[in-house]
């Protein structure tokens, strides 16, 4: 069995096979946040995509590089948001260096 | 049931979709008729000095097939005797055909509203350089392609050195009044997608146009169009090339918009082709798929009360114009 085929993304509506009730709850308010509203809609998709990369999944990421360039972005500011979310991740990490000083200062003299 | 005698097309010159246009349109409970006649719309030849990819024409500097003078006075004829409202002249560059002024300042005479189809940098190529005063003298409206507000996407599609010639090329036409706020002289400009994906909602790259034309470029225009990519000849080329054929048509399938129909600019216009012969539209052109046997199938026998309530020759191609919010040559067709 092979992991992330391309396909599967168009069989996502399977998931809902054993509770419909959920997935079509699920459905409904995931294509409620993706239209215009304070944010735009090309705002939204660079967000999803910005945060795709940030779950680093596949699926999100290839859906969201869709609707950013159907949303009338170009790469460099798609590329701008990658940095964002890439940036956050390592930030992320990186300030947890303060816990390891935290951790070191508690116990040194 | 319509009938039609199948022309000679390969069967692989044509897109295929998972279900057929009809099928979705009964599904809806819709027929595809049309309404009166309002453009008579010309495809004056595939003579171009451009080689775009994503062209439905396949036009380029190699081809040959251009409309004669002889076929150009019988589309003169068709507009005088009906009064056909807008004549609408497309190519390949148009202006390229040597009947083409003739075409323009005829069409203007007999009280016809003209556009062009023009690409901008077809103005440089030799004795073309009046193009701006020329379009203005006639009151011609002029509709452009450019398909990003940045170089690198329009060249990629266009070819190189596409973007700077037509920004250029609109200098030029805004020097001489085109696409001024509030003026008569109408500039629009059309947005392709550069791949295989549907275009933005048109007011919100309109705005993104606008303003960045004007800050990088200094340059202005009064309406942007999008324009869905249509799957035939070379950017249906493209999508098999690229193994996005299938994903691409999928996508337009389930981009199906019902309320895009009744905006159709089949439902409003006769495409005559480079020898004459009548077409439901420029797409059907390109496929050979003519207007249904009962009509008149040439210019020569227009008449455009018999065009009225006709029903259109449909293919898998059709999917493109009712994709989100639809496409037609003036745009978008609905709200997405």
């Known amino acids: 069995m092979a992991y992330y085929e391309e396909d599967d993304l168009g069989r996502f509506a399977e998931v809902g096979k054993h509770r419909p009730d959920l997935f079509e709850k699920f459905m409904a308010w995931y294509q409620a946040c993706q239209e215009d509203g304070a944010l735009s809609r090309r705002e939204k998709a660079l967000i999803g995509l910005a945060v795709a990369h940030a779950l680093q999944c596949p699926y999100c990421i290839d859906a969201f590089s869709q609707s950013c360039l159907e949303a009338g972005s170009n790469m460099e500011q ?16 990186l300030v947890h260096g303060v816990q390891a000083h935290n951790s070191v200062n508690k116990v040194s003299m | 049931m319509i009938q039609k005698t199948l022309p000679v097309v390969r069967e692989d010159s044509r897109a295929r979709a998972p279900v057929s246009f009809d099928e979705k349109l009964a599904a809806h409970g819709l027929r595809l008729r049309a309404g009166r006649v309002e ?71 007999a009280g016809a509203h003209v556009l062009v189809r023009h690409n901008l940098t077809v103005m440089f190529e030799p004795g073309q350089e009046d193009l701006p005063e020329f379009f203005r003298g ?32 609109l200098r030029r036409l805004n020097a001489v009044g085109y696409g001024r ?46 324009i869905t990519n249509m799957p035939i000849r070379r950017f249906l080329e493209y999508l098999r090339r ?17 309320s895009t129909v009744e ?58 114009c009712t994709a989100g919010a639809g496409s037609s040559c003036g745009g978008a067709v609905a709200e997405k």
């Open chain 2, 138 to 169: 006639h009151s011609v409206e002029v509709v452009s392609s450019l398909p990003y507000f940045l170089e690198q996407q329009t060249d990629a599609q266009r070819g190189r050195g596409v973007f700077e010639k037509s920004i250029e090329a």
């Open chain 2, 242 to 258: 690229s193994g996005n054929e299938e994903r691409y048509m999928r996508k337009l399938v389930e981009a199906f918009n019902p």
């Open chain 2, 39 to 109: 453009t008579l719309q010309v495809n004056v030849g595939k003579l171009c000095n451009q080689a775009c990819k994503h062209c439905h024409v396949d036009a380029s500097p190699a081809r040959t097939e251009i409309m004669t003078r002889e076929t150009a006075e019988k589309v003169l004829d068709a507009v005088r005797r009906f009064r056909i409202p807008t004549l609408d002249i497309t190519g390949g560059a148009p202006e390229l055909n040597p009947s083409f002024r003739r075409l323009v300042a005829e069409a203007r005479l």
């Open chain 2, 263 to 320: 905006g159709l600019m089949c439902r409003t216009l006769v495409s005559v082709d480079w020898t004459g012969k009548l077409f439901d539209c420029d797409f059907n052109q390109m496929l050979e798929l003519g207007v249904a046997d009962e009509l008149p199938q040439t210019v020569s026998d227009f008449d455009p009360t018999l065009f009225e309530g006709r029903d259109v020759m449909t293919g898998a191609h059709c999917f493109g």
């Open chain 2, 181 to 226: 706020e509030g003026g008569a002289l109408k500039l629009n400009l059309v947005y392709n997608p550069v791949g295989a994906f549907l275009p933005p909602a048109q007011a919100a790259i309109e705005q993104d146009f606008k303003r960045e034309l004007a800050a990088r470029y200094g340059v202005t225009f009064d309406s942007l169009y999008t």
């Open chain 1, 78 to 93: 798609m590329t701008e948001a990658i940095h964002v979310a890439s940036a956050l991740r390592g930030g992320a990490s």
